[in-house]
């Protein structure tokens, strides 16, 4: 299945994140250089798509496919 390229943005970028500590929708806004309700939108649409949950603080986490599809996106950017 292909994805958008704005969808393995979202992952990679959660990715990266959450292994700097818990990934919050504001901190993921300034790293991609959006707007915070532009996140919000995206947000529910991977969360309806199973590629991430948040929990009640609002932490977002990336489950087992959205990892999957993340860390692959960032192996192949890794290699350019």
């Not at 929708?25 to 300034?30: D, F, G, H, V, Y």
């Not at 959205?66 to 350019?80: M, T």
């Amino acid at each position: 299945m292909k994805l958008k390229r704005v969808t393995e943005d979202y992952l990679k970028t959660i990715y990266i994140l959450s292994s700097k500590g818990e990934v919050h929708a504001t901190r993921l806004a300034e790293e991609l250089g959006v707007s915070k309700p532009t996140v919000s939108v995206s947000l529910k649409s991977l969360e309806k798509d199973g590629y991430i949950t948040r929990d009640e603080n609002r932490v977002i986490s990336l489950t087992r496919s959205g990892k999957k599809i993340a860390k692959s996106v960032y192996e192949r950017h890794c290699v350019f």
